[in-house]
């Protein structure tokens, strides 16, 4: 007969002790806090002026490619505000092909001195990221760069188990604290963010997060399994992730671009898919607690990226692929409310077949700045200003 | 470091990446143990759980291709999986007689049991295409599912020692009780108390033990 390792009268008494300790820890710290309702940045939101605006380019041309690297796609801009020698940073993803092992997240500084682009530095690869993690990744794509409280660049960059895109996770990175110049760039591996219960399968980022009013941001992703919908992730202003939001009731639609209009009226416009032929619109009232369909816009678009940015001092944004060139012309809107747009500006306009997609947006001293994918060869960039047509008038 | 200061790191929503690392690498060596166990043609199983345990440190330590591929595939198995695979080891070790899951009356009453997780683990198959009308995975990030967790736990085990219920409820709500308390000291394996308590080759697992037991009763009943 076997001994017992502990008398059968003090298992309930162990039991009962490890029951409560685990009631000790949940009261000392809570798991997680409420994070839907918090109000969005309220710097960014002062729509002002009822005039019409004029757009001069003023700037353009390709970031630097990395030295005998053929592709290169879905740019991402993120101002440098309290930077003294880079105004601007672009993280891309670039190697052989899309959904290649060799691809790498490539980054590019905008020099205020030199007004230039440095040149590329590679930042994340996916054996560094993978090894890190402890769990393969058999691609990466997509990274979307946000500046923390802490002046922290942070990285979100998709990377793909078995299945390609379709099975992707989001693996969040993060400059270490003692370690945040920009010009010479490392990134820690925080974590892949817990998004589905599924083997965490098939979530995606594309664009640039939305700021909150304490520093914390949310992060728009979207699920593309079957069913399309979006996905926000909420951080605190250290970045510390708090939770998820995932809008099952939306259908067709993908990559999120929320801008707000004030505190708690967000806007979010999203890539279509089939049936739809518009650019999709959600819109929430209480600062992203809940969210509905927007009626439909008047602007064309299939399966091509959208890109919105709220101004500082005038309106919303928005850069598009019309529907009808796909993406061989990119175009740019503006607009005061967030649904009545101007008519189309082109960025970019190619032959049948050429593509220019994947728009970024970013306000850096009082300009706008866009880059895109320029024919899945290279990164190209734009520089825009803005003037009241009145002044703008000879 | 302090206690305050560890507490304030496991504070965040998710846990430390070398805490992930940790529960990966132990979940992923138990798990392959317990697999392996099945299919070492050693008549002892202690001897089993030796040489396979041993056997999955070695090529873990030496070998970091397997737990890789691994999650990239399945992400980290549950802590769940991880204390069933613990108790498991341990019932065998202390000899047959005493298996977890495996005697006549477990394998009864246990066929129940096996459902919850296979109900909970299908709300959260489909929720995860967006088939449900709400969000279920992102309960699992607030304490409150925690909270009726325990509350549950409590209930169970004390209904389980008043009533007198059969030793499997004792012994299934201890691994419960061990899995949300590593969850909720560690934030293991994702920060969701969903992916610490269900994943899908347990929830899989929980099919097979299911139709089992089933088939048993079935058979019982035809034999009688």
Redesign the interface.
Known sequence: MHKFWLPSDLKPLLWFFCWVMVAVKLLLYPVSTSHGGRPASAAISTIASHSDHVWTLEAQGLVPQPPLIPAAHASNLVALPNDPRFSLAVFWFAGSKEAQPDVRIAMSLWSRQQQAWTEPVWVVDRISAGDALGKGILHIGNPVAWLDQQQRLHLFVVGTGLGGWAASRVVHLRQPSDHISPSQPQFEVIGQLPLSWLWNLSHLVRHAPLPLADGGMVLPLHFELGKHFPVFAWFSANGEFQGIQRLVHINHVLQPAVVAMNATHWLAYMRSLPPYEKVSLISSTDAGVHWSWHDELSMSNQNSAVAALLLPTYGVVMARNPLERARSLLVMHHSEDGLAWTAPQTLADGSTGSEYSYPSLSWVDDRLWISYTHLRQGIAWQRWRSESAVKAKP | MNIWDW??Q??????Q?QM??VF??ASWLAVLSWLSVKFIPLYDKQWRWLVSSLFGFLVLLCW?TP???L??????PSLMSLCLCVAAAWEDL??PS?RLFYSTLAVQASGWMWLLPITVGWM??M?????????I??IG???AL??LA?VL??LW?ASA?LLTLAEWH?KV??CV??A??LF??T?AP??????AW?D?GLWLFAHIRWLQSVWFQRTRINHS
């Open positions: 507490l304030a496991t504070a965040t929503v998710l846990p990446l992930q690392q990966h690498t970091s737990l890789s591929s999650g990239l595939a399945f992400q980290s202390r000899g005493r959260l198959l929720d995860t295409f967006g088939f449900l009308p709400w969000d995975y992102s990030f607030e304490p925690v909270w325990w736990m409590g085990m020692y004792r709500a201890t009780l061990v949300t308390g909720v000291y934030h994702s920060g969701n108390a969903w992916d269900l899908p």
